[in-house]
């Protein structure tokens, strides 16, 4: 789940400056990826909203409608489509009357932070090993090397497991998979930052600064870090899905965010019963989880063909194809 | 008064019970709405005999042996197999619950208090082979169910017997149990070292079905256990995974009024996936028109699905199994010494929501009671610290501000991450959300099911709130209450099920009193008195008894539920 092998190649060695604006402008030519960017963007408002949006609607996360389920049918909501109501407007949780507009809402905090949060660890820690092995000796590549394999080798669901059971449960849960997804899942980072290193090292520029006396880790900063960065935006671009899917198994699983934190892989684990009975309830987290998922999918795939220097000089000579996609 | 091996010893088996209790409860049978329809499924033509009756169970029927079987009243599938002293009558709702003669000609005989009960058996009783059944048969099954290897069985017997606790069984003391005796081949007396008015209802269990010792293959004897019920075993695969039963010749129906035996062979296959089980009857095709499940019931989306079929709503069978669920407080942990924080929370509570969270009003009745709602349990309504149908949360206020908590208080509720909506997060969160009410902030601690139990049964670790629940091994007070209130029964080194510690030398001897009585009846309303006396102590706050609804095949007929095991029984069911 962590190494996806099509990873993006895109050659050490754009000039760093304007590579923001120069990506936007080819962005921008992508109808698909502004949709997806689009969605993320909304979904992120909605999220950061939520607390306003549950006062708009006038109701919160937590509160039980006892009234609202039939207690003699399983505690099937009453009406329509999960019992949406001018209310409710995307009805309510089957059992406990709980608002599912409000429930759905904080369930994208949940997904959002915990996806974006463990990408960002699994960045850091991996930009940081997989230079730390480009730039080191043979015996510190050959260490930090193995150390990825054996990384690779775990069973990371199970892992994840083990650890969030026996962490106590005063910590706060949505840190504690961010920093459990972080710390298992950033090997794919590493080696593709190893191998950009090791290829940016025998680079003209490269060579240059250090013949210029700046330090190992003042080229590193200074001249390697711009140069990675093409790469390891894309490959967090992919990072963050996955992240997304491990946090909605793990609370699927019983082991995530603890009830009553609203959570998408936590309806959906309630939910799977219900597929027959109030097909809303299982369809709303889920098309939620599949469209935030799928956004992401595409914006990071687009953000890759943008930052490809190959693809760059492809638009430059006019041999633009429809390329992957 | 008992050495500590053997407390945790039968206290490791009590554990079992409790588990296999509902699964017992589940495996005892199906039946339709309880008492008031005696027949369920289609076609109103008389049953007859013949076909194959399917089963279709999640459990598979393993260590399928006399000595190893934990049943309720002798089990489901098991009693096709083994007869027993005494069984359960095998009748729709509450006449369900008594007991009766089986190999025996009566119950039971007791002497003056009960220690000594003496039984004689039937005449023309034959196992398979048709050798006739004695009651040194049934001494000698009994023996065995004391043998290291053959363990599994009910505590009861080990407890109870003179020199039961610490007799190792025939394979290492073949010269036998002094406290039974067989004094000619008919004749059975179980001497006793306290008095124990309900003996007819532990006569129930499998261990009392007469094993040939000449046949006893000891830990392989589960293969192919000799019968002495209506049907044999001729396939075993897998310790129970598929058990195929066809019929025992030499049964003869005229010395058992009990099982009715319609099938000609009863085939049964376990291991399946619960949804697939409840797919399979309610698609009813080919064999599975005349299969029913002994051990899996409908869930609340299930149900909400049949909801609007009235066709696939006529073959569910309803019943009710003597359990409780409950929040149980550990008063040694503050603030839950303070009797008003207990009642507070007591008054708090919404069983509207708990019942909601347990699948609705059709798979949980709210309770009040420590007891279940059945006569046989000495059921005595109470309504100590009235919450009303979705809590009284003033009350509670008011109270936690008597107690010294006039801006509220936090507290944390353990709890299991089982999805058994038993003692589940559904159950909790409920909780939770009605105490809030009250001011009283709860914080869960989810745990999984072994961490879970691991700390609700010790002594040491419990903590001071938390879910819990329990399920009687028969249908009467003494099993319900005495493992949860009894003083002598705290168990230190072991699972301990007196999650109050309630050591009130006053309960203490009402039940040993309760224990002398043969009467059932008289006993049941002293029960009943205890339970409500307790209640008084607000030691636990009883959330709600579950209800079993379980579909079968269309093909089946005559399905009978007792309110002894709440589901339908495989003796009475047939299939044409």
Known sequence: MTTPTDTPAPVAGIPATGAARQVWRRLRTRPAALASLAVLLLLVLLALAAPLLAALEGQDAYAYHDDLVDSARGGVPYGSFGGASADHWLGVEPGTGRDLFVRLLYGARISLLVGIGATVVQILIGV???????????????????????????PMLVLAIALTAVVPRDFPRPLLLILVIGFLGWAGTSRIVRAQTLTLKSLDFVAASRLAGSGRWRTARRELLPALAAPVITYAAILV??????????????????????????????????????????????????TTVLAFTVLGDAVRTALDPREASRLRVGTRKESSR | MRQPSVISRRVAAVAVSVVLASGAAACAGPEDAGAKSGTSGKGSSAPQKGGTLTVLNAEAQTDFDPARLYTSGGGNVPSLVFRTLTTRNREAGAAGTQVVPDLATDTGRPNKDATEWTYTLK???????????????VKYGIERSFAAELSGGAPYLRDWLVGGDTYQGPYKDPKGLASIVTPDPKTIVFKLRKPEGEFPFVATQTQFAPVPKAKDKGAKYEEHPVSSGPY??????????????????????????ERKAYPDKIDVRSGLDEAVINQRLATSSGADAAAVTTDTNLGPAELAQIGSDKALAARVGTGRFGFTNYIAFNPKVKPFDNPKVRQAISYAVNRTSVVNAAGGSALAEPATTFLPEQEAFGFTPYDHFPAGKTGNPEKAKQL????????????TLLHSTAQNRTTSPEIATAVQEALGKAGITVKLDGQEPNSFNEKRWSVKDAPGFFLSRWGADWPAGGPFLAPIFDGR?????????????LNDPAVNKEIDEINKLTDLKAAAARWGALDKKIGEQAL???LFHPVYKRLVGKDVKNVVISDWTGVLDVSQVAVK
């Open chain 2, 232 to 257: 044999k075993v001729v396939r075993n695969e897998n310790d129970g995974e598929r058990l195929v039963l066809e019929r025992n010749e030499h049964w003869d129906p005229g010395t058992d009024e």
């Open chain 2, 489 to 501: 029964q705290i168990v230190t080194n072991g699972s301990n099920y007196n999650h109050a510690q």
């Open chain 2, 400 to 411: 936690l501000e008597e107690a010294g908590f006039p801006n509220g208080l936090t507290v």
């Open chain 1, 128 to 154: 940081l090993v997989g230079l730390a092995a480009g730039l080191g000796n043979r015996w510190v590549d050959t260490v930090l090397g193995r150390a990825t394999d054996v990384l690779v080798a775990l």
């Open chain 2, 123 to 137: 005449d023309g009783l034959k196992f398979e082979d048709g050798t006739p059944i004695t009651s040194a048969d």
């Open chain 1, 241 to 290: 899905p996955t992240n997304i899917v491990v946090e909605a198994s793990l609370s699927f699983l019983g082991v995530g965010v603890t009830p009553p934190t609203p959570s998408w892989g936590q309806m959906l684990s309630t939910a799977q019963t219900w597929f027959r009975a109030d097909p809303a309830y299982v369809l709303l987290p889920a098309g939620l989880l599949f």
């Open chain 2, 540 to 542: 636990d706050v009883p």
